[in-house]
T-cell receptor
């Protein structure tokens, strides 16, 4: 079945460590790709998105993601995390010729001060 | 960005009863989406609601259990019918503001607990 896969269920890092969260999708054709963040007790917020063009996209709060078409991947990165980055991170895809967004299972990030 | 208001923000309901969740958007949108986020899990799409037509349900969700209304381009409701504890979840309304699949905006969610 077509899906969005996030490899890490829970990641624990110390402040200033580098972050990379994996995301792979299995939809063929053109896709729109997103990373959302959900801070504790808050609603989903968009971190960044990719539709076309430069495969390295920069989002808010120092996050970036790289689209690698050959690997069907859209990994999220941040060079130096902060305690305030503690949250749940969701990768999402809108497949070609579709209108609804499909989510990965999410990765919980805990940053220790 | 789109401003989406959901009501109620939370509720505790008795099993066997029904709850209707309202979603109001600050601008007209073609499509509205309803998601469920069960404890510790990701978002699962329940259905897509277009104005003037019946909602389209995803596999595993049926209209009798989750009836949806879409009376106009800024409003939708989701009813969770004949509730059981397994329906305890966060229910989220979402819109694609420019109908171009460029971004989804979410309401703050309705946290439902069925006892």
């Amino acid at each position: 079945a077509q899906s969005v896969s996030q490899h890490n269920h829970h990641v624990i890092l110390s402040e200033a460590a580098s972050l990379e969260l994996g995301c792979n999708y299995s939809y063929g054709g053109t896709v729109n790709l997103f990373w959302y963040v959900q801070y504790p007790g808050q609603h989903l917020q968009l971190l960044l998105k990719y539709f076309s063009g430069d495969p390295l996209v920069k989002g808010i709060k120092g996050f970036e993601a790289e689209f690698i078409k050959s690997k069907f991947s859209f990994n999220l990165r941040k060079p130096s995390v902060q305690w305030s980055d503690t949250a749940e991170y969701f990768c999402a895809v809108i497949p070609y010729n579709n209108n609804d967004m499909r989510f990965g299972a999410g990765t919980r990030l805990t940053v220790k001060p | 960005s789109a401003v989406i208001s959901q009501k109620p923000s939370r509720d505790i309901c008795q099993r066997g009863t029904s709850l209707t969740i309202q979603c109001q958007v600050d601008s007209q949108v073609t499509m509205m989406f309803w998601y469920r986020q069960q404890p510790g899990q990701s978002l699962t799409l329940i259905a897509t609601a277009n104005q003037g037509s019946e909602a389209t349900y995803e596999s595993g969700f049926v209209i009798d259990k989750f009836p949806i209304s879409r009376p106009n381009l800024t409003f939708s409701t989701l009813t969770v019918s004949n509730m059981s504890p397994e329906d305890s979840s966060i229910y989220l309304c979402s819109v694609d503001r420019d109908n171009l699949n460029t971004e989804a905006f979410f309401g703050q969610g309705t946290r439902l607990t069925v006892v």
